[in-house]
Each structure stands twice: as structure tokens, then as C-alpha cells.
């Protein structure tokens, strides 16, 4: 079993910056890739940004890129999202989620562990 917690969200106007974290417990030595998500209500959950561990390959998707860096602290579990020049369409619950078989890329269904999420407000 694997244990996420986020923490981070918050509310920030157009063009801030927020670091989102993700701690791990458990079998986290077992993991092979990690990755963030995002929902709004009545929306799809979407991916956001994605890491695999065992060669560091990461994948965003298009609508972030070059404003979203995930990250990893190996010693302290803790997966990271770095989110500048957010904008109100970044608005959203954002979730951690984590697998130990192959690679979910920004595929909902190819992670069976997940956080309860931390909301990203984002002002106009």
C-alpha cells in the first residue's frame, strides 16, 4: 500500500506561483512513476504532469507547459509541482498520484494510488 498526502493550494491572482508537494509513505521503494491531476466539478479528472522513475522521463500536458516543473526529493519521498504564471483555467483540486507497475503517463487509469487532493484557486 502506498499513502499520499498533498499540500500546498491556495489562492493566488493571475500570474502567481504556487509549489505543490506530495509525501509518500509506505512502499514507496516500490514505486515506478508519479504523477499530478487535476478536477474541476463535473469535469474529467485530467493530467497535469507526470514522472517515471525509473528513467526520469517526465510529460506535461500541452496547456502547462513551460509554466508546471514536477520534481522529485528521492530521500524525502516527496513528489513536487512547481506551478508559475498561473492563470484562472488553472483553477482546480489538484491530486497526487502514484503506481508501481509501468509507466500511466497522464493516464487516470494507470495509477492505483492517489491523494484526497489540495485546491488551487486562481483570480483574475
Known amino acids: 500500500q502506498v499513502q499520499l498526502v498533498e499540500s500546498g493550494g491556495g489562492a493566488v491572482q493571475s500570474g502567481g506561483s504556487l509549489r505543490l508537494s506530495c509525501t509518500a509513505s509506505?512502499?514507496?521503494?516500490?514505486?515506478?512513476?508519479l504523477a499530478w491531476f487535476r478536477q474541476i466539478p463535473r469535469k474529467e479528472r485530467e493530467g497535469v504532469a507526470a514522472?517515471?522513475?525509473?528513467?526520469?522521463?517526465?510529460y506535461y500536458v500541452y496547456s502547462v507547459k513551460g509554466r508546471f516543473t514536477i520534481s522529485q526529493d528521492y530521500d524525502k519521498n516527496t513528489l513536487y509541482l512547481q506551478m508559475n504564471n498561473l492563470q484562472p483555467e488553472d483553477t482546480a483540486m489538484y491530486y497526487c498520484?502514484?503506481?508501481?507497475?509501468?509507466?500511466?503517463?497522464?493516464?487516470?487509469?494507470?495509477?492505483?494510488?492517489w491523494g484526497q487532493g489540495t485546491q488551487v484557486s486562481v483570480s483574475s
Open positions: 509506505g512502499l514507496t521503494g516500490s514505486l515506478t512513476c
Open positions: 514522472a517515471g522513475n525509473e528513467d526520469g522521463t517526465t
Open positions: 498520484a502514484a503506481d508501481v507497475d509501468g509507466y500511466g503517463g497522464l493516464r487516470k487509469t494507470g495509477y492505483a494510488y
